[in-house]
Nanobody, 116 residues
Framework: QVQLVESGGGLVQPGGSLRLSCAAS????????MGWYRQAPGKQRELVAA???????NYADSVKGRFTCSRDNSKNTVYLQMNSLKPEDTAVYYC??????????WGQGTQVTVSS
């Protein structure tokens, strides 16, 4: 079972930045597709950003140009750099790891609150 631990959430003012990290246990990280999802109160969980094992990324339209997803396979860690944050970015952010149809693991989530 892969364990994922997110960190880096918190309270930030509009226009500010945060960097989320997600550390994975085990030896599957380098071949896994990683994703960042978020869920705001009363809303469905949505994909924010994803990165393949080869480093290709894709983003939700709402965060393009503001968020950057990256990974460091030597540290078994994926990052989400969030700039120009908006109140509508407020949500619990979750990390996801997938290896084909064999493994699908989730972290516990980290709260991001954007408010003045």
């Amino acid at each position: 079972q892969v364990q994922l631990v997110e960190s880096g959430g918190g309270l930030v003012q509009p226009g500010g930045s945060l960097r989320l990290s997600c550390a994975a246990s085990g030896s599957l990280f380098s071949i896994a597709a990683m994703g960042w999802y978020r869920q705001a109160p009363g809303k469905q969980r949505e994909l924010v950003a994803a990165i393949t094992s080869g480093g290709n990324t894709n983003y939700a339209d709402s965060v393009k140009g503001r968020f950057t997803c990256s990974r460091d396979n030597s540290k078994n860690t994926v990052y989400l750099q969030m700039n120009s944050l908006k109140p509508e970015d407020t949500a619990v952010y979750y990390c996801n790891l997938r290896v084909a149809k064999l493994v699908d693991s989730w972290g516990q989530g980290t709260q991001v609150t954007v408010s003045s």
